[in-house]
């Protein structure tokens, strides 16, 4: 696990995202940790930002899974999913969990290591802790060779944030 990163604001919390945003390629897998309220939706707004979105992000607790397109509606820019409510590794397969992960799509998963024996062979997973009232700590840990050098640009670009 990397050193953290700090936040003391949503709008920390947005910017690093948007840092990671613009290395993140179709493909890459963003797991999200961290209790209710630690700004993994924020973190997902500033990704969502720099891939050019321009719905406005919420969390998808109830949906699962908001696909959020190009301006003209043509091509899915970043699948956000949302895992805190399914009870079971199974439920996974119900909404085709690993095909949509496949899919040359960034993917940004809240809860993503709820089921921890179906974790994708590469992904960056970002842990987020509280460590008062206003600051988080991000602490990200990498599994599989993009992630890694993911992870690694990651540090170099944002060199102490």
């Given amino acids: 696990m990397s050193e953290p990163f700090f936040s003391s604001s949503p709008e920390q919390t947005e910017e690093l995202g948007q840092r990671l945003g613009a290395l993140l390629r179709p493909g890459d897998v963003v797991l ?30 109830f949906n699962l899974i908001y696909e959020y397109l190009d301006a003209r509606g043509e091509r899915v ?13 199974e439920e996974l ?3 085709d969990y690993f095909g949509l992960l496949e899919d040359s799509v960034v993917s940004v998963v809240e809860w ?5 024996q179906a974790l ?3 992904y960056l997973l970002i842990a987020f802790t509280f460590e008062d009232e206003s600051t988080r700590a ?14 690694m640009t990651m540090e170099e670009a944002t060199d102490g944030c």
């Fill in 32 to 61: 999200l940790t961290g209790e209710l309220g630690a700004g993994k939706t924020q973190l997902t707004k500033g990704i969502a930002r720099v891939l050019g979105v321009e719905r406005p992000i919420t969390s998808p607790t």
């Fill in 77 to 89: 820019l970043l699948r956000h999913f949302d895992l805190y409510r399914l009870e079971h590794s």
């Fill in 93 to 95: 397969d119900d909404i």
């Fill in 112 to 116: 993503g290591d709820k089921f921890p």
């Fill in 120 to 122: 994708p062979l590469d």
């Fill in 138 to 151: 991000l602490r990200f840990e990498a599994a599989g060779k993009r992630s890694q050098e993911l992870l």
